[in-house]
């Protein structure tokens, strides 16, 4: 079993910045999918971004030239890096994780079901002010 901790929230104001991390432990894989979603209240929760084994990443249109996703080379820490923050980011973002034989193609992670990762984190809140 994998178990994911996600950290870095917190309140911001619009253009600003902040830097969510995801530490995997327990059972991590070489062949792995990490992604990024996040949920407003009421709603289901949505693809941000995601990154896969090959250095594939993907990006809601929404978020695309403003987010960043990225994994450290040796461990399992995925970082989520967003730049100009608007108001509408404001969610609880959670980290997730899928592992072969099941694979996500990252380019339409805005698409992408929850059902399709095995593994989530509590989430951590974001809150953007204008």
């Known amino acids: 079993q994998t178990l994911l901790a996600e950290s870095g929230g917190g309140s911001v104001q619009a253009g600003g910045s902040l830097r969510l991390s995801c530490a995997a432990s327990?059972?991590?894989?070489?062949?792995?999918?990490y992604a990024w979603f996040r949920q407003y209240p009421g709603k289901d929760r949505e693809g941000v971004a995601a990154?896969?084994?090959?250095?594939?990443?993907g990006y809601a249109d929404s978020v695309k030239g403003r987010f960043t996703i990225s994994k450290e080379k040796d461990r399992h820490i995925i970082y989520l890096q967003m730049d100009n923050l608007r108001p509408e980011d404001s969610a609880m973002y959670y980290c997730?994780?899928?592992?072969?034989?099941?694979?996500?193609?990252?380019?339409?992670?805005?698409?992408?079901?929850?059902?399709?990762?095995?593994?989530w984190g509590q989430g951590t809140q974001v809150t953007v002010s204008s």
């Open positions: 997730a994780n899928v592992n072969l034989p099941k694979r996500v193609n990252v380019k339409n992670i805005a698409t992408t079901a929850t059902t399709d990762f095995g593994y």
């Open positions: 990154i896969d084994f090959e250095g594939n990443t």
């Open positions: 327990g059972h991590t894989y070489r062949t792995y999918t």
